[in-house]
């Protein structure tokens, strides 16, 4: 069993700054990309930012020089984010591309965090 655990969320006014944190926990063998995605009311989940194993980071046009991911360990990401707007009000979810087993690999998903800035 794994579990994915978000945290960090909160309300910020627009130009502040928050810091989410992520990490997996349970049978792992392994883990290869962790990244962070988001969602708003009424809109489809999208990708904000990945990382992989080798620590190669892919970002969203919408937070690029703005958003920065990093690993602190093979289990544990975070995603600070700077100069926020209201745009980017969502719910924050992490996903971890988990191996569990030699024929076991699977994505898996936190519960996610809410993230809400004023303008």
């Known amino acids: 069993q794994v579990q994915i655990v978000e945290s960090g969320g909160g309300l910020v006014q627009s130009g502040g700054s928050l810091r989410l944190s992520c990490v997996a926990s349970?049978?792992?063998?392994?883990?290869?990309?962790m990244g962070w995605y988001r969602q708003a009311p009424g809109e489809q989940r999208e990708l904000v930012a990945e990382?992989?194993?080798?620590?190669?980071t892919k970002y969203a046009d919408s937070v690029k020089g703005r958003f920065t991911i990093s690993r602190d360990n093979v289990k544990t990401v975070f995603l600070q984010m700077n100069s926020l707007k209201p745009t980017d009000t969502a719910v924050y979810y992490c996903?971890?591309?988990?191996?569990?087993?030699?024929?076991?690999?699977?994505?898996?998903w936190g519960q996610g965090t809410q993230v809400t800035v004023s303008s």
């Open positions: 990382i992989s194993s080798d620590g190669t």
């Open positions: 996903n971890a591309d988990v191996r569990t087993g030699i024929m076991a690999r699977r994505y898996y």
């Open positions: 349970g049978t792992i063998i392994s883990i290869s990309a």
